[in-house]
């Protein structure tokens, strides 16, 4: 059975710092690996997907990596800002795709 | 706006009523899902369809009966809940399988 966990569930950070959060997962049959963003009270916002074929995906200030063989993957935030701010999702996607393991989030704070 | 909506926002019901939750996607997707988030509980896959048909049924209660009549509209039937259904119900689109999904804002379901 597949578990997502994310470490470390909260962290708060100084603006402009540049920060690491981190997904590990038991099944490395993945699909693939989509990273979120959720703002209070809101649903989720997709930031990068990556194919299990892919090693890392960017947009922007964001990079996430992906190692099957070990279970892991990494979302990199360069810069961060306030707005930045916001619980981080990670989602295993198993099953031909369909069936999506989500990790309990890492709640980040940047602070101005 | 990510193109997908779901009603009602909000909704209050007694464990004796029958509701309907809604979701519409504007996207020309094929594939929808529904998922469960309780506080300090991982997003919960509930079900899954695939050019309206189902394809993922995550052990859900049979109190909780989807229906997808087209490809554009995902609805979540509700009869005789629990106090502990209690959660905010969110929608998901994709073009298809394992495609990154796009979230509405969810519904907050309160069970009294």
């Known amino acids: 059975k597949q578990e997502v966990t994310q470490i470390p569930a909260a962290l708060s950070v100084p603006e402009g710092e540049n920060l690491v959060l981190n997904c590990s997962f038991t099944?490395?049959?993945?699909?693939?690996l989509q990273w979120f963003r959720q703002d209070p009270g809101k649903g989720l916002t997709s930031l990068l997907l990556i194919q299990s074929s892919q090693r890392e995906q960017t947009s922007g200030r964001l990079n996430a990596s992906l190692d099957k063989s070990s279970g892991r993957s990494t979302l990199y935030i360069a810069a961060s800002q306030p707005g930045d701010s916001a619980t981080y999702l990670c989602a295993v996607g198993n099953t031909g795709g369909f069936k999506t393991i989500f990790g309990a989030g890492t709640r980040l704070f940047v602070k101005a | 706006e990510t193109g997908v909506t779901q009603t009602p926002r909000h909704l209050v019901m007694g464990m004796t009523n029958k509701k309907s939750l809604k979701c519409e996607q504007h996207?020309?997707?094929?594939?929808m899902y529904w998922y469960k988030q309780s506080a300090k509980k991982p997003l919960e896959l509930m079900f899954v369809?695939?050019?309206?048909?189902?394809?993922e049924n995550n052990s859900v209660p049979s109190r909780f009966s989807p229906e997808c009549p087209n490809s554009s509209h995902l609805f979540l039937h509700l009869h005789t809940l629990q106090p502990e259904d209690s959660a905010l119900y969110l929608c998901?689109?994709?073009?298809?399988?394992?495609?990154?999904?796009?979230f509405g804002p969810g519904t907050r379901l309160t069970v009294l």
């Open positions: 369809y695939s050019l309206e048909e189902r394809v």
């Open positions: 998901a689109s994709s073009p298809l399988r394992g495609d990154t999904q796009y």
């Open positions: 099944d490395s049959a993945i699909y693939n």
């Open positions: 996207l020309g997707h094929n594939a």
